[in-house]
């Protein structure tokens, strides 16, 4: 029988052996502690870990929260790092500079990413765990904000069609981890379906007269073929709405609980 190999992950980045161990948890959270335990770590430290005894199972710690602060230091720290995942083929944010102008103009420093699937998972998890907000449109790379603090943002653009989706995939487990969670929903004007198909179609006005007919048929029309450009002022609202509860997370002992939703209509 073929020995099974640890864990590997997407792309070209791997755990490292001597963190893939046994997990007596079941949760997200204990997923997500194990993830912040293996990528925290230096491969360095790991190796030499390896080399001194076998994997043993380990005792798994939550990442840390983000750091507390007295309302009197806010204007003194700096701009909160916002990350902005972007895609190339399809979900494509078509106004992207006007986003990232609007990012900084709500009072972020805005990163830009563009993931491949060659793209490291420990840079990942670099960028996205000193990062106090995420935005990304609905799709597999959202899935990153496991990387995050409890206590920080998740911005989920959710293009025509997936609201179910992003909800149910992201939006829940998102909370879960403590993390305040965010929606804009793009309006039918706003998907370049409304271009293909007209505004006032049954592909764009109910989804889910094609989502009836089976996940191939909607993941053809609303994840293959949609492109989104965001509103820039519905946007800045909830960027506005991202920093306040940045501002309100960074209470002592309250960070893990502020997580809340809200959906731009």
């Not at 830009?112 to 699937?117: A, K, P, S, T, Y």
């Not at 653009?157 to 909370?175: E, R, S, T």
Request: include cysteine; glycine fraction near 6%; hydrophobic fraction near 45%.
């Amino acid at each position: 029988m073929e020995q099974r190999k640890p864990w590997r992950a997407v792309g070209s980045s791997a755990m490292d052996p001597a963190i893939v161990v046994q997990v007596g948890g079941k949760g997200i959270q204990d997923f997500q502690a194990l993830l912040h335990q293996g990528y925290s770590r230096t491969p360095s430290a790991t190796a030499a870990a390896a080399a001194a005894q076998p994997p043993v199972p380990l005792a798994l710690a939550a990442p840390p929260s983000r750091p507390c602060l007295r309302p009197d230091d806010h204007a003194k720290v700096a701009k909160p790092k916002l990350v902005i995942f972007i895609r190339k083929q399809n979900r494509v944010l078509l106004n992207l500079p006007h986003i990232v102008t609007a990012c900084r103009r709500a009072g972020f420093a805005p990163h830009v990413m563009n993931l491949r699937r060659q793209t490291p998972l420990p840079a990942i998890h670099a960028a996205l765990s000193s990062a106090d907000a995420m935005v990304a449109v609905h799709g597999a790379a959202v899935t990153h904000f496991l990387f995050m603090r409890p206590g920080s943002v998740l911005l989920q653009i959710v293009p025509v069609g997936l609201d179910w989706a992003a909800d149910a995939f992201y939006g829940k487990p998102a909370q879960q981890l403590g993390l305040g969670y965010l929606e804009y929903k793009v309006a039918p004007e706003e998907s370049s379906l409304a271009a293909e198909y007209g505004v006032n179609s049954t592909v764009v006005r109910d989804p889910s007269v094609i989502s009836s007919r089976g996940w191939w048929e909607m993941k053809k029309v609303y994840m293959d073929r949609q492109n989104v450009t965001v509103n820039i002022k519905r946007f800045g609202e909830l960027l506005r709405s991202a920093r306040l509860h940045l501002k309100n997370a960074t209470a002592c002992g309250k960070a893990a609980s502020a997580a809340t939703t809200t959906a731009a209509r």
